[in-house]
Every structure is written in C-alpha cells, then in structure tokens.
C-alpha cells in the first residue's frame, strides 16, 4: 500500500511539472494565472522557514536567546545591502553557529 502510494504521488509530481515544462505541448497559462503562480515560491518557503525561526517547544519564541532569529534578521539585513546570496549564506550560518555555540 505504501508503495503504490509513492508510485502514485511521484506519477502526479511528475506529469504536472511535465505539462507545463515541456515546450511541445500545447499547454499555457494566461497572465493571471502565471502572476498568481509567482506567489507560490515565496509562499511556500516562508511556510518553510517561518515556523523554525519562531517556534520552539511549540511556543512563540521571540527573544534574544533564539539563535534563529538572530541569525535570520541578519541575514535578511545582509541579503538587502548585499544581494548576494553566498554571502548572506556564509555570514548568516557563522552567526548561527557561533550564537548556538554560546547560548546553548
């Protein structure tokens, strides 16, 4: 049963991303519908990062003792002056790791 479940979802995944992909098929999507797909990356990554920057033992963490959110508001701080995106990895986790090192 497991197994025909992932058979099944890797076929959806897949002929999805495969119909609009694929340049031969006749398949397009109107203005609308391409600028309300723009949204869903950054959605979809705030869902991501969201709930590990600000939650912790399933409470609101919003304090100077949660490395996260140090480590985010610095690198939110360094990907707006710099726009590059190794250094805004390189400096954010330096800073997470060092405050994770000294806080815990």
């Given at each position: 049963m497991i197994f025909t479940s992932i058979i099944a979802m890797?076929?959806?995944?897949?002929?999805?991303?495969y119909i609009f992909l694929e340049p031969r098929l006749p398949v397009k999507l109107n203005v609308k519908a391409q600028r309300?797909?723009?949204y869903s990356s950054?959605?979809?990554?705030?869902?991501i990062w969201a709930p590990i920057v600000f939650v912790h033992d399933e409470q609101l963490a919003l304090s100077l003792n949660?490395?996260?959110l140090i480590a985010a508001i610095l690198a939110a701080l360094v990907a707006?002056?710099?726009n590059n995106v190794i250094a805004t990895t390189v400096i954010s986790m330096g800073?997470?790791?060092?405050l994770n090192t000294v806080i815990n």
């Amino acid at each position: 049963m497991i197994f025909t479940s992932i058979i099944a979802m890797t076929a959806v995944v897949f002929l999805s991303r495969y119909i609009f992909l694929e340049p031969r098929l006749p398949v397009k999507l109107n203005v609308k519908a391409q600028r309300l797909l723009s949204y869903s990356s950054p959605a979809v990554l705030t869902a991501i990062w969201a709930p590990i920057v600000f939650v912790h033992d399933e409470q609101l963490a919003l304090s100077l003792n949660n490395p996260y959110l140090i480590a985010a508001i610095l690198a939110a701080l360094v990907a707006w002056k710099t726009n590059n995106v190794i250094a805004t990895t390189v400096i954010s986790m330096g800073c997470f790791f060092i405050l994770n090192t000294v806080i815990n």
